[in-house]
C-alpha cells in the first residue's frame, strides 16, 4: 500500500495494441463514448508493439504534468482528464468515502510519462494502447481494482479491448450511462497458439480524417452503417466467436475480411466520403485473394483500419511462404536487413506456379517493412524500479 507520508508514489505498466476483427465505428453517446455495434478483437503480443506509462503522485507536485514519448503534452485533453477523473472516483469508492490517512491521497497532482516501443512515425501509434496503459498504471497507484474496460473505455472506444489479452469482445451494452459498455474476454492468448499476425508498415503516408471524426460524420449520414450497426453486427459476432472458439481459420479469416470491406464501405457511404485504403492497400487485398485462390482456401486474412497499414492474419505454416511473397510483390528500397521484424521466422522458396499465379508486377519500396506478431497478454504491472519512465524527481 502507498503510504501517504511518503513523498512519492509511483507506478509504471505496459499495455497492448489491439486490431478489430469485427470493427467498431460510430458512437451513440460521443462523451460516454458508448458504441453503436459490439466488435471483437485480437490483442497483439507486447514483445512487438506495447506502450508503457508510469503515473507518479507527490505532495510536491506544483501541477499535473504528462509527457508522450519525451515530449510535454496537454495533461489537460479532455479524455485524459475523463480517465484519471473516473480512475479517482473508484478508488474513493473502493475506500468507502473514509478519508483513510494511510491511502495515498487523491488530492496530489500526478505526473505521468508514457512511451511506445515502436516508431511513432510509423502510423502505429495507438491510442488503444495509449488509454490502456494510462488506466492501468492510474489504477495500480490509487489500488484500484474494479472493472477498468469500462474507465479505458472513455479514453478511447478501442482502448476498452487492450485492457484483456487474447481475443477481446467490447459489448455495446443497454444503458444510457453505460456502465454494461465493457470489453470481456473472449479466450486467452494461448487459446489459439498457432495464429500469427503480420503488421504491413506502409511507406509514406500522409494523415488520414481521425476516427473519432470520421466516425461521427459516417453517423450523421450513411445508411449502410445504420444497416451494419443493426442486422449485420449482430450476425457476424456471433459467428465470429464461434470461428474463434473452434480455431477455425477458414471462417475467421473470410470473415475479418468481409469485416473490413465492410467497414471501408460504410466510409465510401460516409457524406463526405472518407478514404482511408488506397492503391497499395488494394493491391495487398488482391493479392491476397490470388494467394488464397491459388490455394483453394483461406490461408491468408487481411485487415485495415483507418489509416494505410495493413495487418494479415495467417497460420504459422503459411507465414514464411507468404513474406516470400509479399517480399517479390514489394522488395525492399534499401539493402532489405530490417525488412522483416519481430518473431523468428523460416524462409520459403516459391515454386514458379505459385509466382506466376500470385506476383504482379512488383512495387518496389512501397511497404516499409514487416512486423511479425502474435496474440498476446492484457497490461502487465512493471515490478522492477529501474523501469519507470520518472525518476525519483518525478520527472522523465
Ligand atoms: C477503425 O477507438 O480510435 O480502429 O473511440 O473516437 O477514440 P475513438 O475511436 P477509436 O476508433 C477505432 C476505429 C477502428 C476500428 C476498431 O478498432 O474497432
Redesign the pocket.
Known sequence: AMAAERSLAMATCTAPVNI?VI???G?RDTDL?LPINS?L?VTLHQDQLKTTTTAAASRDFTEDRLWLNGKEADVGHPRVQACLREVRRLARKRRGGSEDTAALSLSYKIHIASENNFPTAAGLAS??AGYACLVSALARLYGVEEELSEVARRG????CRSMFGGFVQWQRGERPDGTDSLALQVAPETHWPELRVLVLVVSGEKKPVG??AG?QTSVETSPLLKHRAEVVVPERLAQMMRHIRERDFEGFGQLAMRDSNQ?HATCLDTFPPIFYLTDLSRHIIALAHRYNAHHGHTKVAYTF??GPNAVIFALADTVAEFVEVLRRSFPPATNGDQFIRGLPMGSAVLSQELVAAVVAEPVPGAVQYILHTKPGPGPQLVDDPSQHLLGADGLP
Open positions: 478489430a470493427k467498431y465505428w458512437k463514448i466488435s478483437s491510442s488503444a478511447s472506444g478501442s482502448a476516427s473519432t466516425m467497414f483500419d483507418a
